[in-house]
C-alpha cells in the first residue's frame, strides 16, 4: 500500500536538485465528499490541490498560499488553498463541460495566478499567467518560466479516489570556475527529467515513495526526509460569516431575513451551512459576539 496523505522532501546527495512527492487520498475525498464535480473538472481540480501542496513545500511561510483558475469556458473558476501546516481545501465552479477534457478547454480563455498571503495579510506576492496547455502541469511549467523561481518541473495526477504529485527543482549550483560542474548539474537535470516523464498515474497508486524513487531515480543517492501529513482544512467559521453579513450590510440581511425567516450561508469549500435567525442577526449589527443560531 502506497504512502497516505503525506508530502516528502528528498535531496539529490550529488546534485543541487531537490524533490517533493505528494499524496493525497482522504483529505482529497473529504474535499470532494459533497460535490459533484464532471469528471474532467474534479481531476483538474485535485491535480491543483497536488500542486498547491508541492508548491507549498518549496518554501518557507505562515500564512495560505492559493492557486486559481478563471476563464470564460466551463470552467468559469477553480481555486485551491494551502496553509503552512499544509492543510488544503479547493472548490470550482463549472457549467456544462460536454466533451471537454483538456484543460485549455474546460478554462477557455483564462489565466492561472498563484499568490502567498501572509498570515496577518501584511505581505502578498502574486504571479499571473496564461492558461497554456492541455493540462494544468504545462500552465505551472509556464508560470514558472516566466518568473524568478528556480527551475521547476511538475507531474500531477488525479482522479475520484486521489491525487498526487511529483515536483523537481534545481538548486543554486556551487562553484563553477571550471565549467565542467555546471554542465555536469545540467546534464543531471535533463537527466532526471527525463526519468520523471516516466511515471505513470498506475505508479503513484500503488507504490510507496521509496519505492517510487527507488524506480525513478536507483542510480542516484537519495537523501529522504520524514513525510509531513497533509489534510483537508476549510478555514470557515461562524465569526467569519457573521463578519461577511455586516459587511452586507444591515438592510439587505434583513431583507433576506423577513424574506425566508432565517438567513443561511453555505460554505463554497466544505458546503457546511451557517444559519442565523432574528436574535443572531440582531446581534450581529449591535456588533456583540455572535451566538445561539444552529450550524449544521
Known amino acids: 500500500m502506497h504512502d497516505r496523505d503525506g508530502l516528502r522532501r528528498f535531496l539529490f546527495e550529488r546534485y543541487p536538485i531537490r524533490g517533493h512527492l505528494v499524496r ?28 498547491t501542496l508541492l508548491l507549498a513545500g518549496t518554501i518557507k511561510f505562515d500564512g495560505v498560499l492559493s492557486l486559481q483558475l478563471q476563464g470564460d ?11 503552512s501546516g499544509l492543510g488544503v481545501r479547493g472548490l470550482a465552479r463549472c457549467g456544462a463541460a ?19 498571503e501572509s498570515e496577518d495579510k501584511s505581505r ?10 492541455a493540462r494544468l502541469a504545462d500552465s505551472l511549467q509556464h508560470y514558472f518560466e516566466n518568473s524568478e523561481q528556480l527551475p521547476t518541473r511538475l507531474w500531477l495526477f488525479a482522479d475520484e479516489s486521489g491525487a498526487a504529485g511529483l515536483l523537481l527543482q534545481k538548486l543554486p549550483g556551487s562553484s563553477t570556475a571550471e565549467g565542467r560542474e555546471e554542465a555536469d548539474l ?39 526526509f520524514d513525510a509531513a501529513p497533509v489534510y483537508f482544512r476549510c478555514r470557515c467559521s461562524r465569526e467569519r460569516v457573521a463578519n461577511m453579513l455586516h459587511a452586507l450590510g444591515e438592510e439587505e440581511t434583513r431583507a433576506v431575513l423577513a424574506e425566508r425567516g432565517e438567513v443561511e450561508v453555505r460554505c463554497d469549500f466544505c458546503n457546511r451551512a451557517y444559519r442565523f435567525d432574528a436574535v443572531d442577526v440582531a446581534e450581529v449589527f449591535r456588533g456583540t459576539s455572535v451566538g445561539g443560531g444552529s450550524v449544521h
Open 186 to 224: 545540467e546534464d543531471a537535470w535533463r537527466r532526471v527529467q527525463l526519468l520523471g516523464d516516466t511515471l505513470t498515474h498506475q505508479e503513484m497508486r500503488s507504490l510507496a515513495d521509496r519505492e517510487i524513487l527507488r524506480r525513478l531515480f536507483h542510480e542516484d543517492d537519495l537523501r529522504l
Open 73 to 83: 469556458g466551463p470552467l468559469s473558476l477553480l481555486l485551491t488553498q494551502c496553509t
Open 24 to 51: 493525497v487520498d482522504a483529505a482529497w475525498r473529504a474535499l470532494i465528499e459533497h460535490r459533484d464535480y464532471p469528471g474532467p473538472v474534479r481531476d483538474v481540480l485535485g491535480e491543483a490541490v497536488a500542486a
Open 124 to 133: 502578498r506576492y502574486q504571479g499571473v499567467v496564461t492558461i497554456d496547455g
Open 98 to 116: 460536454g466533451a471537454a477534457q483538456r484543460l485549455d478547454e474546460l478554462v477557455g480563455n483564462g489565466q492561472l495566478t498563484v499568490t502567498l
